[in-house]
């Protein structure tokens, strides 16, 4: 019996081997209540593993509580940044759109400038035209002019 409880012992974590030795203690003083003294240190084992079980415990929750903080941290970061994100796609569809206003705008203003081209185009050869014929009419002019002295002269 002794010899089972000095290797329960060696199992126990090292913060209760002081309970323990001291029931082995009373177990080797008094051999009469071997049997309840035996019962104690199983007991005292017991509430040993179970202290080691609830530490593991407690360590599991507070790595636990840690995760779940810092999942939550991640959790707000990601609404954060979805939200920004969302913002600034909206900004860029208004400013797309823009933009293709602009360039229907642009592009309109080029079709009108290619008429206005072909405008100032065909009033250039209508200006050339009529300075022609204006040139033509001043000579048309100068030759009735000149016809006319000759008819008068000759009366």
Do not use: E, G
């Not at 002081?18 to 309840?36: Q, T």
């Not at 019962?39 to 593993?49: F, G, K, L, P, T």
């Not at 642009?106 to 050869?125: E, F, I, K, P, R």
């Amino acid at each position: 019996m002794r010899d089972t409880l000095c290797h329960t012992m060696v199992q126990i974590p090292s913060y209760a081997i002081w309970l323990c030795v001291c029931v082995f203690v009373l177990l080797l003083a008094v051999p009469v209540m071997c049997v309840h003294v035996w019962m104690h240190a199983c007991v005292c084992m017991y509430m040993c593993n179970a202290l080691q079980h609830m530490t593991h415990c407690n360590t599991i929750c507070n790595k636990l509580q840690h995760t779940t903080t810092h999942c939550n941290t991640l959790q707000h970061n990601l609404q954060h940044t979805a939200t920004q994100s969302a913002t600034h796609c909206n900004t860029l569809q208004q400013t797309a759109t823009h933009c293709n206003t602009i360039y229907n705008t642009l592009q309109h203003t080029a079709t009108h400038c290619n008429t206005l081209q072909h405008t100032a185009t065909h009033c250039n050869t209508i200006c050339n035209t009529l300075q022609h014929a204006a040139t033509h009419c001043n000579t048309l002019q100068h030759i009735a002019t000149h016809y006319n002295t000759l008819q008068h002269t000759a009366r």
